[in-house]
């Protein structure tokens, strides 16, 4: 170990004690780019923290698990907006599917949708599938002139890095196939993201044109 100031010594100690929080932050993490991003910020001080005190076991370690979380961030980033990442299934707006996901998340979709109690009875219903994984769902009606209207739209934590939206919304095209030629956003949203994904802000709603199916 390097013989330094009393007040270096000090400085090096809390960067490590912050290094180490970062990690078990990281790991308390639901969303997959979340808890790999601090992961890494958590490697990197704790490699700066332990070639400092030459703790070089513990350097190799956290250089090897940085490298890692790297490669993973790069898949992660690059497979999001791949297609066959997600897939969108058409169910029942009153089926038992979409029923089972609204009652198992009704406390989380309060938070961001409070005005949302259940699906209209014309509505048109889809889940969002990772893989065999259930995800989300949207739900929207027909507003009139090729609009759809928004019920909806929701997707658990672990996947809220804006994918499934940008996926609904744009590649799968299932709502070009049903004829809207636009979407419109439910009303009273909490941390709308709509922006992140395409919509232009209209008053306090959020509007997407559509690809009309071909």
Avoid at 154 to 170: K, L, N, Q
Wanted: aromatic content about 10%; overall charge negative.
């Amino acid at each position: 170990m390097f013989d330094l100031p009393a007040e270096w010594q000090v400085a090096l100690e809390a960067v490590g004690w912050i290094g180490s929080a970062i990690v078990v932050w990281s790991m308390m993490q639901q969303r997959i780019l979340r808890l790999r991003l601090y992961n890494l910020i958590g490697c990197l001080i704790q490699v700066l923290y332990n070639g400092v005190l030459g703790v070089w076991p513990v350097v190799a370690l956290n250089v090897v698990l940085a490298i890692v979380q790297v490669v993973n961030l790069t898949r992660l980033l690059r497979g999001r907006d791949d297609p066959a990442s997600y897939a969108v299934v058409d169910v029942p707006a009153d089926g038992a599917l979409l029923g089972g996901l609204l009652g198992r998340h009704r406390e989380d979709i309060a938070r961001f949708q409070p005005g949302f109690t259940q699906a209209s009875k014309d509505a048109d219903a889809f889940v969002v599938l990772a893989g065999d994984e259930l995800v989300g769902a949207v739900v929207v009606h027909d507003a009139g002139d090729g609009t759809a209207q928004i019920e909806l739209d929701y997707v658990t934590e672990r996947y809220r890095d804006f994918s499934p939206g940008r996926f609904v919304f744009g590649r799968s095209g299932v709502l070009a196939e049903r004829g809207y030629r636009a979407v419109v956003s439910a009303p009273d949203l909490v941390e709308p993201y709509y922006e992140q994904i395409g919509f232009r802000r209209e008053g306090e709603r959020y509007v997407l044109d559509l690809v009309t199916a071909s």
